[in-house]
């Protein structure tokens, strides 16, 4: 790294080239921070998720960031226990990294893999290394909402105290959205440490292409029908009990085709309802390519976003920016008091619709449906607000100028915050 430069360093499981909105984030801000000045690593697993992708190699220049790509083990993926395992592997090699390597002006940790803001705290009390959070999600909270640990039990307040001491040592923590900020100012952070940035999109990347300019319709058959498409990670904080039962209702439709882009643990399970029933209205694809974003989210002329309820707060799904960056309308299936509800409804690019205060949630989303297919005109006023609230608030010049404000501020500040005294 140039020593004349700020140095900063990101700590993530994946990176470029990973098609995983995670990792195209953080390629984002670390090359836009690179080209503002700062000299950007990145420390991330050498493991990626571009199907038949070369070997990744161990260290590498791009696009003027530095990225050091640690070992890890190998082990299944689709096994729990191996992706466990894998997991662990790399904090192992992320901790001698950070304790024993190089030190920076800033480290970054991020929230994927889960609690791996501890190596940075232990950076930060063994060597005095500033660092901070960029919280996009909350842990253990995600795997309480769904499940997966059991509210009150040992280990779910093991990991909640964990967590609670990163949080305290971190120099500053950056997080998604109103709803996240309050959990976080529950967890005890204090309100100077927290920062608001919200996720984003490139307007270069993703930008309306009308109908007749988008190969993608004539290469999956779909030029003249209303695609309801979901795009993104189908994972354990979605729902999709609404999303099928339309698909089932509107199967006779055959105007109306329903589109998943993407993977994720619910896939199989999506992929099973769209078999057992034998709906002819359901496709589900693989990501698409960077350089194709806009091409795909262009092909919807609905985009639908899902979230558990219990999930408010924990979680900010990025394909609402993406759905507003090509102009499209939005349909929330998921809690009222989230980020994502409230910025359709402020910015008035769609419909929220909340299954704890509807009777009847499926029939909703329907009617939603179906007032988009008869009414064009007002879909497409309710895209064109989208496009421009996100080129206002939400791309991504927009948020890494926050980036960099908020990083030179910390570096300005000669007054470190302290670690504060484990809670007894």
Same mark, same amino acid.
């Given at each position: 790294?140039?020593?004349?430069?700020?140095?900063?360093?990101?700590?993530?499981?994946?990176?470029?080239?990973?098609?995983?909105?995670?990792?195209?984030?953080?390629?984002?801000?670390?090359?836009?921070?690179?080209?503002?000045?700062?000299?950007?690593?990145?420390?991330?697993?050498?493991?990626?998720?571009?199907?038949?992708?070369?070997?990744?190699?161990?260290?590498?220049?791009?696009?003027?960031?530095?990225?050091?790509?640690?070992?890890?083990?190998?082990?299944?993926?689709?096994?729990?226990?191996?992706?466990?395992?894998?997991?662990?592997?790399?904090?192992?090699?992320?901790?001698?990294?950070?304790?024993?390597?190089?030190?920076?002006?800033?480290?970054?940790?991020?929230?994927?893999?889960?609690?791996?803001?501890?190596?940075?705290?232990?950076?930060?009390?063994?060597?005095?290394?500033?660092?901070?959070?960029?919280?996009?999600?909350?842990?253990?909270?995600?795997?309480?909402?769904?499940?997966?640990?059991?509210?009150?039990?040992?280990?779910?307040?093991?990991?909640?105290?964990?967590?609670?001491?990163?949080?305290?040592?971190?120099?500053?923590?950056?997080?998604?959205?109103?709803?996240?900020?309050?959990?976080?100012?529950?967890?005890?952070?204090?309100?100077?440490?927290?920062?608001?940035?919200?996720?984003?999109?490139?307007?270069?990347?993703?930008?309306?292409?009308?109908?007749?300019?988008?190969?993608?319709?004539?290469?999956?058959?779909?030029?003249?029908?209303?695609?309801?498409?979901?795009?993104?990670?189908?994972? #354990? @904080?979605?729902?999709? &009990?609404?999303?099928?039962? /339309?698909?089932?209702?509107?199967?006779?439709? +055959? =105007?109306?085709?329903?589109?998943?882009?993407?993977?994720?643990?619910?896939?199989?399970?999506?992929?099973?309802?769209?078999?057992?029933?034998?709906?002819?209205?359901?496709?589900?694809?693989?990501?698409?390519?960077?350089?194709?974003?806009?091409?795909?989210?262009?092909?919807?002329?609905?985009?639908?976003?899902?979230?558990?309820?219990?999930?408010?707060?924990?979680?900010?799904?990025?394909?609402?920016?993406?759905?507003?960056?090509?102009?499209?309308?939005?349909?929330?299936?998921?809690?009222?008091?989230?980020?994502?509800?409230?910025?359709?409804?402020?910015?008035?690019?769609?419909?929220?619709?909340?299954?704890?205060?509807?009777?009847?949630?499926?029939?909703?989303?329907?009617?939603? #449906? @179906?007032?988009?297919? &008869?009414?064009?005109?007002? /879909?497409?006023?309710?895209?064109?607000?989208? +496009? =421009?609230?996100?080129?206002?608030?939400?791309?991504?010049?927009?948020?890494?100028?926050?980036?960099?404000?908020?990083?030179?501020?910390?570096?300005?500040?000669?007054?470190?915050?302290?670690?504060?005294?484990?809670?007894?």
């Amino acid at each position: 790294m140039e020593q004349s430069k700020p140095t900063v360093r990101f700590v993530a499981l994946r990176y470029y080239p990973s098609v995983r909105a995670t990792a195209q984030h953080l390629t984002d801000l670390a090359e836009g921070l690179a080209k503002r000045g700062y000299a950007v690593e990145v420390l991330c697993g050498a493991e990626d998720d571009v199907p038949d992708a070369p070997r990744l190699p161990k260290t590498q220049v791009h696009n003027g960031v530095r990225i050091r790509r640690v070992r890890t083990t190998g082990f299944n993926r689709a096994s729990t226990l191996g992706r466990a395992v894998n997991t662990l592997s790399f904090y192992g090699s992320i901790f001698f990294a950070l304790v024993f390597g190089p030190t920076c002006d800033l480290l970054v940790m991020l929230t994927a893999p889960p609690m791996a803001g501890l190596m940075g705290a232990c950076a930060r009390k063994l060597r005095g290394q500033r660092f901070g959070v960029w919280s996009l999600d909350l842990h253990p909270e995600a795997e309480i909402a769904v499940g997966m640990l059991r509210e009150g039990h040992w280990p779910a307040r093991f990991l909640q105290r964990v967590d609670r001491y990163i949080l305290r040592q971190a120099d500053f923590v950056v997080d998604l959205g109103r709803c996240m900020r309050q959990r976080l100012l529950d967890k005890g952070v204090r309100p100077e440490r927290l920062t608001t940035i919200p996720v984003w999109s490139k307007k270069e990347d993703i930008a309306p292409v009308p109908a007749e300019e988008n190969p993608l319709l004539d290469q999956l058959g779909i030029r003249g029908r209303f695609v309801v498409m979901y795009s993104g990670n189908a994972g #354990i @904080l979605h729902r999709f &009990e609404e999303a099928l039962e /339309a698909m089932r209702r509107l199967r006779d439709r +055959r =105007e109306i085709v329903f589109l998943f882009v993407g993977g994720g643990v619910r896939r199989k399970e999506i992929e099973a309802f769209a078999e057992t029933h034998e709906l002819p209205n359901f496709r589900y694809l693989d990501y698409f390519p960077r350089d194709r974003i806009k091409y795909s989210l262009s092909m919807a002329d609905v985009h639908l976003i899902t979230l558990k309820t219990r999930a408010s707060g924990i979680a900010v799904p990025s394909k609402l920016y993406g759905a507003m960056a090509a102009a499209k309308p939005l349909i929330m299936v998921g809690p009222e008091a989230s980020e994502i509800s409230l910025t359709i409804r402020e910015v008035g690019c769609g419909y929220v619709i909340d299954p704890e205060r509807v009777a009847d949630p499926a029939t909703a989303l329907e009617e939603a #449906i @179906l007032s988009l297919v &008869e009414d064009r005109a007002r /879909a497409e006023a309710m895209g064109a607000r989208g +496009r =421009e609230a996100f080129l206002r608030q939400y791309e991504c010049e927009v948020a890494v100028g926050q980036w960099k404000a908020l990083l030179d501020g910390v570096l300005a500040s000669r007054d470190t915050p302290k670690p504060v005294t484990a809670e007894r």
